[in-house]
């Protein structure tokens, strides 16, 4: 690869050029069944999700108990309890009776049933009684599975009590998400209660992995090396929505590598490679990549992750629009999967590309090469429960999760935080704040 040494790019600056480029992939039309929640999770939203129907569609009751016209209690007392006679049954889901309640008469009702017709307030079950209060009669613990004939009541109740009015929760045509809303567990519940059938999704990001090098094997084995960041960055795809196509593996073979380049490159909207980018005499993949895209950057001013290549797909050919190549070290790899592929899938996929960040405080002193971004791998203080701990303005305190090297990928099973160190910082002391870009890890208590 014959490229002309010059100053290291910055990666706000490569992330401005790389997302000012990425087109959004096409919108896709999804039936929204029980049995496709696997196709829906990780998906995002191409078009606002807008409600079908009235949630509840109906006026329901809140509570299991009892469904009464509440002027028929306006004197009910402990020393004056009212009795009502029970006339029927009113289950969720089921036929609603066309009667009207009448004058001390009441209805078995259980939650989310359909407020008969003259009813205009419901009495939780705890609050009623079988027999007369004044004889002993003591207030039930669930409902009756027989219907009662009598009811009896000690305290009165406001119209509208305990009842779910029509729509409350939603309306017809009501926006629950905007575009480019991900779909997980919370927004998938609204969409099952929207009553839409079909959602305008954007496609899935579709990704092939290809990692190279002699020392690459399925185990762990004496003088070779286990693969960890086919793995690793096959988790960071599917865990935003996007659809792995391909892991393949290669050796250091210049011909080998072109040919599993190209071949990859036409199954995928991104092909991700890790290893053989750098200069030494057994790294093919960067002449691979060069002769399939057109490169954006080789070598950025980060560490760790400093050998890294970005492709874009040359205008009139078909194929993969983007190739990422990434060092073979694991937490290079992890580094960039994390602050490159990531915003660029989501991007894509359509999304915001970037996370939350926070603010926390080092609790010891760190050194950062000048002229280059640090992600440092932190994790937070932590109480004996877990808990993450903060100092006396809120800031979360955060420490070195063991060695830096880019080859110490055990470290990574403690990181809560990438920690950010600017590139015109040399050293960080002890007291002093730091961006920290969450992981995972960072949300649960161990």
């Given at each position: 690869m014959g490229r002309t040494e010059k100053p290291l790019e910055r990666i706000d600056d490569l992330l401005a050029r790389l997302l000012a480029r990425v087109v959004q992939l096409t919108p896709e039309r999804v039936a929204v069944e029980d049995e496709a929640v696997g196709a829906l999770i990780g998906r995002t939203l191409a078009a606002p999700l807008r409600a079908e129907v009235d949630h509840p569609s109906s006026d329901v009751s809140a509570m299991d108990g009892w469904a009464v016209r509440s002027a028929d209690l306006e004197v009910a007392s402990a020393d004056r309890p009212c009795v009502l006679r029970c006339v029927g049954d009113s289950a969720?889901?089921?036929?609603?009776?066309?009667?009207?309640?009448?004058?001390?008469?009441?209805?078995?009702?259980?939650?989310?049933?359909?407020?008969?017709?003259?009813?205009?307030?419901?009495?939780?079950?705890?609050?009623?009684?079988?027999?007369?209060?004044?004889?002993?009669?003591?207030?039930?613990?669930?409902?009756?599975?027989?219907?009662?004939?009598?009811?009896?009541?000690?305290?009165?109740?406001?119209?509208?009590?305990?009842?779910?009015?029509?729509?409350?929760?939603?309306?017809?045509?009501?926006?629950?998400?905007?575009?480019?809303?991900?779909?997980?567990?919370?927004?998938?519940?609204?969409?099952?209660?929207?009553?839409?059938?079909?959602?305008?999704?954007?496609?899935?990001?579709?990704?092939?992995?290809?990692?190279?090098?002699?020392?690459?094997?399925?185990?762990?084995?004496?003088?070779?090396?286990?693969?960890?960041?086919?793995?690793?960055?096959?988790?960071?795809?599917?865990?935003?929505?996007?659809?792995?196509?391909?892991?393949?593996?290669?050796?250091?073979?210049?011909?080998?590598?072109?040919?599993?380049?190209?071949?990859?490159?036409?199954?995928?909207?991104?092909?991700v490679t890790t290893g053989g980018v750098s200069v030494g005499a057994h790294d093919h993949v960067g002449a691979a990549l060069e002769g399939c895209f057109d490169i954006l950057v080789w070598r950025l001013a980060i560490q760790p992750g400093k050998p890294i290549l970005l492709g874009q797909r040359r205008a009139g050919e078909r194929g993969a629009a983007w190739a990422l190549?990434?060092?073979?070290?694991?937490?290079?790899?992890?580094?960039?999967?994390?602050?490159?592929?990531?915003?660029?899938?989501?991007?894509?996929?359509?999304?915001?590309?970037?996370?939350?960040?926070?603010?926390?405080?080092?609790?010891?002193?760190?050194?950062?090469?000048?002229?280059?971004?640090?992600?440092?791998?932190?994790a937070a203080m932590r109480s004996a429960d877990g808990e993450p701990l903060r100092d006396d303005v809120g800031r979360l305190r955060v420490r070195?999760?063991?060695?830096?090297?880019?080859?110490?990928?055990?470290?990574?099973?403690?990181?809560?935080?990438?920690?950010?160190?600017?590139?015109?910082?040399g050293e960080l002391a002890a007291g002093s704040t730091i961006e920290l870009h969450p992981l995972p890890r960072a949300a649960r208590r161990i």
């Open positions: 969720a889901g089921a036929h609603v009776p066309a009667t009207l309640l009448g004058k001390g008469e009441c209805r078995r009702v259980a939650t989310g049933a359909t407020i008969p017709p003259g009813a205009d307030a419901v009495i939780p079950v705890e609050r009623s009684s079988l027999t007369n209060p004044r004889d002993g009669g003591a207030l039930l613990e669930r409902v009756p599975g027989e219907l009662p004939e009598r009811v009896w009541f000690t305290a009165p109740s406001q119209p509208g009590a305990h009842i779910r009015r029509r729509g409350e929760d939603l309306h017809a045509g009501d926006e629950l998400a905007p575009a480019g809303s991900l779909i997980d567990a919370a927004l998938l519940s609204a969409i099952f209660t929207s009553g839409v059938d079909h959602l305008e999704l954007v496609q899935r990001p579709r990704v092939a992995i290809l990692t190279s090098g002699d020392e690459l094997s399925a185990a762990a084995s004496a003088g070779g090396v286990r693969d960890s960041n086919g793995p690793a960055l096959a988790a960071f795809v599917l865990s935003e929505g996007g659809e792995l196509v391909a892991r393949a593996r290669v050796s250091d073979d210049a011909a080998a590598t072109r040919a599993a380049v190209e071949r990859l490159a036409a199954e995928c909207d991104v092909l190549g990434i060092p073979g070290n694991p937490v290079s790899a992890f580094v960039i999967g994390v602050e490159i592929l990531l915003p660029l899938l989501r991007a894509l996929s359509g999304r915001a590309p970037y996370g939350i960040s926070e603010v926390g405080v080092m609790e010891t002193t760190v050194q950062s090469p000048v002229g280059r971004r640090s992600f440092l791998r932190l070195l999760a063991g060695g830096q090297g880019s080859h110490q990928a055990s470290v990574l099973a403690e990181t809560d935080y990438l920690g950010v160190v600017p590139e015109a910082i």
